[in-house]
């Protein structure tokens, strides 16, 4: 069977959107309690319990946690496929095996349970977790280093979604991006950080097959106060993961299943197995540049403009009560050379109207826009309607 068809009829779709809680997940790890060891780590600053899952019993030490920003859930989605792909016995098994003999595996699968609930980066106490690494302020973040220290990782998997407005000078949207962090302000090529350069590496020749030139690299500029950055300059190689966008795809579903490959083909499972990647193919991947945007107008008539224009629309995301809803905004007008888009529109040289019928304005919350002249919607909410 082919990875993709497993994923197609398998994937955790008890786990779906944006917004994903300690509601969501305690019951998936309920009934894995008799297959996983699973255990409560430590609790977050309100309380709430903060969950820990032991996968394997190989020599090899893996330390992964999701949601340290409350809000990017997609790789906690992936690592519940992941958990669910464990657990069957139809397909892969040798591979399966293979791996639970070499590998243990710890994953936090929601270490802002706070934030997550609010549907916030940071925690409770408004404290952005990845920034917390040196003074450890916050319970959550002494969770994780009490889990790091015990454990002793030789790999850890620090897993996070990026916005949608990354992509690269030729046009491709980033879609998955990845780093190996700096462990000095020298950005010194250590043992630990050309180890996840090569995992990195592997990860991008699998991923080519699905998102051909649409993986990215983050700047590796140094941060002592970020936990991967941290953990690296401890000796122990450290992987970014950023879930970005895809198309269309706004509920990240299609995105998951990009970073569900990507464990995959970290430990060599359900891909052809190839010689070892150097670490110098980490840096063929392109860096990300913030050089898109989800919705761009071209050739539109602005009075304050003597030639026709260009309008960028992105959304932002706000919370209302557990729905998700995304606001467009225009963000900037202009020739806007060099910037893309998922959807775009050649307006032709027409005046267009927000949907106060308002003249366009940057920093603007719309629901629609709309042709002056002739009184028809060109956005309404997530849909380019012409």
Known sequence: MKIEDWYCDNFESKLNGRYITNKHILPLLEDYKNLYEISVAGHSENEIPISLVKIGKGPKVVLGWSQMHGNEATTTKALFDLFKFMSQKDFFQEEIDTFLNNYTLFIIPILNPDGAKLYTRENKNQIDLNRDAQNLSQSESRTLRKIFDEVKPSLCLNMHDQRSIYGFVDGNAATVSFLSPAADKERTLTEARIIAMQ????????????????????????????????????????????????????????????????????????????????????????????????????????????????????????????????????????????????????????????????????????????????????????????
């Open 199 to 386: 995992h990195i590496a592997k990860i991008n020749d699998v991923l080519q097959n699905y998102i051909p030139g649409q993986v990215g690299r983050y700047h590796d500029s140094y941060n002592p106060e970020c936990v991967g950055d941290t953990f690296q300059q401890l000796g122990v190689p450290t992987i970014l993961f950023e879930a970005g966008h895809f198309q269309q795809d706004y509920q990240r579903e299609k995105t998951r299943e990009f970073i569900f490959y990507s464990l995959l083909a970290l430990f060599d499972i359900a891909f052809p197995k190839k010689d070892k990647n150097s670490y110098k193919e980490y840096f063929t991947i392109p860096e990300n540049l913030k050089n898109y945007n989800d919705f761009i107008l071209k050739n539109v008539s602005v009075r304050e403009f003597s030639q026709p224009v260009s309008i960028a629309i992105q959304y932002v995301e706000t919370f209302n009560k557990t729905k998700i809803e995304l606001i467009p905004i225009i963000m900037d007008i202009g020739s806007l050379k060099n910037r893309y888009a998922y959807s775009e529109k050649d307006m032709e040289g027409t005046e267009i109207l927000t949907n106060s019928h308002n003249n366009l304005t940057v920093g603007v919350d719309i629901s629609e826009i709309f042709n002056k002249y002739e009184d028809l919607a060109i956005i309404c909410k997530n849909n380019l309607l012409l």
